[in-house]
């Protein structure tokens, strides 16, 4: 693709006389360029493709729930009964743009976030002791900061329970 600016710079020198081999030797440009942009007068042509087949939305969702789905059925109604000319992967793709085949993503069910109700615990593998022995397999529980902060201000009378609680579980 030549820039605009170069476009113009080669419709410029072709307007002062310039022969199309000198410019295509001076811009390092293929002479057949050259010619081209000379006779688009230096301007791009603005080009939009659209869809060269016209592929009716409604059509194809009703061939779509006739042959329960099979894309290849489809296709084949489409070219033998509708007279319609378009590729498999033509057919697929526009099938795909409407949103044809795809189930619905069913969400997850939403459980209100209120803070204090779930609380995790490590339950990584702690030599400890128990019961006067020592197990290696014994899990220790770890109380989060802000249950240990939050759970005297809640509840004055838990405050040396929650203490015994926790110095039972660091040791």
């Known amino acids: ?14 307007l002062a006389g310039v022969p199309l081999e000198q ?15 000379v006779g688009q007068k230096g301007v791009m042509p603005q080009v939009v493709r659209k869809d060269k087949i016209a ?14 789905g099979w894309l290849q059925r489809v296709h084949e109604k489409l070219v033998e ?13 526009r099938v795909r743009e409407l949103g044809l085949g795809r189930a619905e993503k069913a969400r997850c069910e939403h459980v209100p976030d209120e803070p204090g109700l779930e609380m995790q615990h490590d339950t990584t593998v702690v030599p400890g ?25 809640v509840l004055p009378g838990v405050q040396p329970l929650l203490h015994e609680v926790l110095s039972c579980m660091r040791r």
């Open 1 to 14: 693709m030549i820039d605009p600016d170069k476009r113009n710079a080669i419709y410029q020198l072709h």
């Open 23 to 37: 410019i295509a030797r001076q811009l390092h440009v293929a002479r057949n360029t050259v010619r081209a942009i």
């Open 55 to 68: 592929l009716d939305p409604e059509l194809l969702r009703q061939l779509y729930q006739q042959c329960d």
């Open 81 to 93: 009964e509708k007279k319609i000319r378009v590729s498999y992967s033509t057919l697929t793709r």
């Open 129 to 153: 002791e128990a019961g006067g022995q020592a197990h290696a397999d014994h899990r220790q529980p770890v109380v989060p900061a802000v249950l240990q902060a939050a759970v005297p201000e």
